[in-house]
């Protein structure tokens, strides 16, 4: 009797030891926060709210820019000039074609401009930080109900598996009672309803056991899920 009692408790206690969670809370807690896609969604909101408020800023930097302009000029203007009447004392009537310019000519620069005072880009900037704190707050909001769930799911499983290695003993000390009662009865120490009643109980426990199990794997189907 007691060996087979010992063979059934063997058994179940495979079962339960593979029943066990082989994940610890924190792993389970950043699996879900990682592959969450309301939790991805949430972070790429802030990312790009950050990214507009940013480049709202920029507008505040002084924007300086550098030209260089470099000109081919094809056609040089001609002009004709009396030169015999720029000799004093001996004019005459001499003329000469000048060209005034270079074939190439080029000039360079620097301009900026800076940003000084916006009501309207004050506001924008305002309106974007806000937008970057709401996301952010979002984003971890949603990290926390999702810790909170798979927190919730976690310790589920694990009190249920506490649960059903209750059950087993319970189970085998029925069995155990059981048989005693079988023993007794045929040796017309105890009547028929005290056999049969411990049969009953034994049925019980085993229900209830069986009932854990269910309820068990039903637990590791919603971490499963939370995950």
């Known amino acids: 009797m007691k060996k087979l009692a010992l063979f059934i408790m063997t058994l179940s206690s495979i079962y ?40 709202s800023k920029r507008k505040y930097t002084p924007d ?37 310019g270079q074939p190439w000519s080029n000039s360079a620069g620097i301009r900026g401009k800076q940003v000084l005072y916006s009501p309207g880009l004050r506001s924008e900037l305002k309106e974007k930080r806000l937008e970057v704190e709401r996301a952010t707050w979002n984003s971890a909001a949603e990290a926390e109900a999702i810790c909170y769930e798979v927190t919730k799911s976690y310790y589920n499983a694990l009190l249920t598996y506490e649960e059903l290695k209750f059950a087993l003993a ?19 120490q105890i009547k028929e309803v005290e056999k049969n009643q411990a049969a009953f109980d034994l049925l019980n426990i085993r229900f209830q056991y069986q009932k854990l199990e269910a309820t068990l794997e039903n637990a590791y189907l919603q971490l499963l899920y939370t995950i």
């Open 170 to 188: 319970d189970t085998v000390r029925a069995y155990e009672v059981y048989q005693l009662a079988v023993q007794r009865f045929t040796q017309y």
């Open 64 to 100: 300086i820019r550098g030209e260089i302009t470099l000109q081919y000029n094809p056609i040089i203007a001609t002009s004709i000039i009396p030169v015999g009447q720029l000799t004093p004392g001996a004019a005459t009537d001499e003329t000469r074609a000048v060209q005034f």
């Open 16 to 55: 339960t030891a593979n029943c066990q969670i082989k994940i610890s809370l924190e792993e389970a807690v950043s699996l879900a926060i990682k592959n969450r896609p309301s939790v991805i969604k949430s972070n790429l909101d802030t990312e790009i709210a950050r990214e507009q408020w940013n480049e």
